[in-house]
C-alpha cells in the first residue's frame, strides 16, 4: 500500500466511512497537502515544515516586524516544548510577552487582489479565564502594514466571563466602519464575526480550531468567513464587502499576541476546507504531516 493509500484509509476512518478506499478516492483526499500554503508542526523546530515562502520563524522585539530576528525571544518567555503539544513538541506561550512572534505572510498566506479565499487550522490548549492576563488576547493575526487596511484575526474578548472566543475579519476600516465605532460598541450582528459565547476551551485538554474565508477583494459584497471548533461548526458570516489594502511584503501570520498557552500544528491553506476535510484533520493522529505528499 503507497503512502497515498494509507492515508486514504486513515482519511476514511477520521470521516467515520467504512469499507476499502480506492485508487480513485487519492486525488480528492490528497489534495489537503496539495492545498497547503504553510505547515508549522513546532516538532523538534521553530521554523515551518513546509513553506511556500519564508519558512522561517521570527520576533520582533519591540512589536516592530521590520526589526524582525529569527527565532524566539532570548527571555524564556517563549518555548519549545518537548512532548507537551497536541501532536509532538507545542511553541508554549508561558507569559504574556511583549515581542510579536511570526512568520512573514508573503505567499505564506495566498493573498491576492482580485479574489482572496482560504483555511487555517491549529489547535490551542489553556483555560481562558485562569491563564489569560486582562485584555484583548489574539492567538493568530493575519495582518500587513496598519490594522485598519484590512487584518483576519482569532480572539478571546477582554470583558466577558467567560471570556467570549471570536473568529473576525475586519476589511479597510473606512469602507465597513467609516464612523469609527469602538469594537465593542457594534453589535454583534453588525460585525463579521463568529462569536462564541461558551467555548470549550480547557488546560488539560487541546481544542481544534478551523476557519475558512472566501472572496476578499472580490470588488462586490459576498465575503465571507466560518469558524468550526474541534470539527463542529460554530457559524458563518456573509455578504461582505472585504476589501483589503496590503502591501503584502509587509503581511504576517502572528501567534500569540498577549496569550498564554499552548499552540500547536498550524496550517494555512490556499483555499476554503469542506466540513468533512475540517473532520478529517481533526481525526488525523498524527497531525498535518499526516497528509501524503502527490505521488
Not at 44 to 60: E, I, M, Q, S
Request: proline residues 7%; contains cysteine; glycine residues 10%.
Amino acid at each position: 500500500m503507497n503512502s497515498t493509500a494509507r492515508f486514504a484509509f486513515a482519511l476514511s476512518a477520521a470521516l467515520g466511512l467504512t469499507g476499502s478506499v480506492g485508487a480513485a478516492d487519492a486525488p480528492q483526499l490528497s489534495a489537503l497537502r496539495s492545498a497547503l500554503l504553510l505547515h508549522a508542526s513546532f516538532d523538534g523546530r521553530l521554523d515551518a515544515d513546509f513553506a511556500v515562502g519564508d519558512p522561517k520563524l521570527y520576533h520582533a522585539p519591540t512589536g516592530n516586524r521590520s526589526q524582525a530576528q529569527p527565532g524566539l525571544p532570548p527571555d524564556g518567555l517563549v518555548v519549545l516544548a518537548p512532548g507537551a503539544g497536541r501532536h509532538g513538541d507545542a511553541l508554549h506561550f508561558t507569559k504574556k510577552v511583549r515581542p510579536t512572534i511570526f512568520f512573514h505572510g508573503e505567499k505564506n498566506l495566498g493573498y491576492k487582489t482580485n479574489g482572496w479565499s482560504g483555511a487555517v487550522s491549529l489547535w490551542l490548549r489553556l483555560d481562558p479565564d485562569q491563564d489569560l492576563e486582562p485584555g484583548y488576547c489574539d492567538p493568530l493575526q493575519f495582518v500587513a502594514q496598519g490594522w485598519e487596511e484590512g487584518n483576519m484575526f482569532i480572539e478571546f474578548s477582554k470583558d466577558h466571563t467567560p471570556r467570549h472566543f471570536r473568529y473576525a475579519i475586519m476589511p479597510v476600516k473606512r469602507t465597513w466602519n467609516p464612523t469609527n465605532r469602538g469594537w465593542e460598541d457594534i453589535p454583534d450582528k453588525e460585525r463579521p464575526m463568529v462569536p462564541v459565547y461558551q467555548a470549550p476551551f480547557k488546560r488539560e485538554r487541546w481544542t481544534h480550531i478551523v476557519f475558512c474565508f472566501g472572496n476578499i477583494n472580490s470588488g462586490e459584497k459576498n465575503g465571507w468567513g466560518r469558524l468550526y471548533l474541534d470539527g463542529v461548526e460554530q457559524g458563518v458570516f456573509e455578504n461582505w464587502a472585504m476589501t483589503f489594502n496590503w502591501e503584502v511584503e509587509k503581511s504576517a501570520l502572528t501567534l500569540g499576541l498577549s496569550y498564554t498557552g499552548w499552540i500547536d500544528d498550524v496550517a494555512v491553506f490556499n483555499r476554503p476546507l469542506t466540513a468533512a476535510e475540517v473532520r478529517a484533520i481533526n481525526g488525523l493522529q498524527n497531525g498535518i504531516k499526516s497528509l501524503p505528499v502527490e505521488e
